[in-house]
Antibody, heavy 120, light 110 residues
Framework: QVQLQESGPGLVKPSQTLSLTCTVS??????????WSWIRQPAGKGLEWIGR???????NYNPSLKSRVTISEDTSKNQFSLKLSSVIAADTAMYYC????????????WGQGTLVTVSS | QSALTQPASVSGSPGQSITISCTGT?????????VSWYQQHPGKAPKVMIY???NRPSGVSNRFSGSKSGNTASLTISGLQAEDEADYYC??????????FGTGTKVTVL
């Protein structure tokens, strides 16, 4: 069973870049079975799909965040990462990494989430 | 892209059936069968309950079922139980090769 664990700073200053890493165990990000995805959720609000990366390196991003988002992978470490630039207070949220089963769209496995606060 | 529209809340008594709607457009729900439903308990990560409109992952109770008509997908929970009290979100693939979530529905078991 695939397990995911998010890591990164819990506090980011406005205008800086938010950087998170998702470490994968129980499966290889090179396997081709999944897209590796990021989702966020502000406190008390709904889920927002951020984007995904496939083993080929191809990416898809939420249009509303596309100009600020980069998702990348490090196959040697079995990790994938999220970078969100020029953050503002509205980017404060719980950030989840998750697997999206290839050809299905379902988000099978989720990390526990990591809270990122944007504040000076 | 705009979030899919769900009712803010739905409630029912134990044993009853409830249905949660999820309305999109012809660019997402209406044109693709990649609709998923997620259950989220407070402080927990979401869990997939339905995928590809009608399919249940292994281990999910058959009390949960999904359907779609036109631009609207639905999740039905039959034989409502106390443990079903949670937030529920739909999700759909879109013509922009992205995914969009619904606004979320809080299910209350009376």
């Amino acid at each position: 069973q695939v397990q995911l664990q998010e890591s990164g700073p819990g506090l980011v200053k406005p205008s800086q870049t938010l950087s998170l890493t998702c470490t994968v165990s129980g499966g290889s990000i090179s396997s081709g079975s999944y897209y590796w995805s990021w989702i966020r959720q502000p406190a008390g609000k709904g889920l927002e799909w951020i984007g995904r990366i496939y083993t080929s390196g191809s990416t898809n991003y939420n249009p509303s965040l596309k100009s600020r988002v980069t998702i990348s992978e490090d196959t040697s470490k079995n990790q994938f990462s999220l970078k969100l630039s020029s953050v503002i207070a509205a980017d404060t949220a719980m950030y989840y990494c998750a697997t999206m089963y290839y050809g299905s769209g379902r988000l099978d496995y989720w990390g526990q989430g990591t809270l990122v606060t944007v504040s000076s | 892209q705009s979030a899919l529209t769900q009712p803010a809340s739905v409630s029912g008594s134990p044993g009853q059936s409830i249905t949660i709607s999820c309305t999109g457009t012809s660019s997402d729900i209406g044109d693709y069968n990649y609709v998923s439903w997620y259950q989220q308990h407070p402080g927990k990560a979401p869990k997939v309950m339905i995928y590809e409109v009608t399919n249940r992952p292994s281990g999910v109770s058959n009390r949960f079922s999904g359907s779609k008509s036109g631009n609207t997908a639905s999740l039905t929970i039959s034989g409502l139980q106390a443990e079903d009290e949670a937030d529920y979100y739909c999700s759909s693939y879109t013509s922009s090769v992205t995914y969009v979530f619904g606004t979320g529905t809080k299910v209350t078991v009376l």
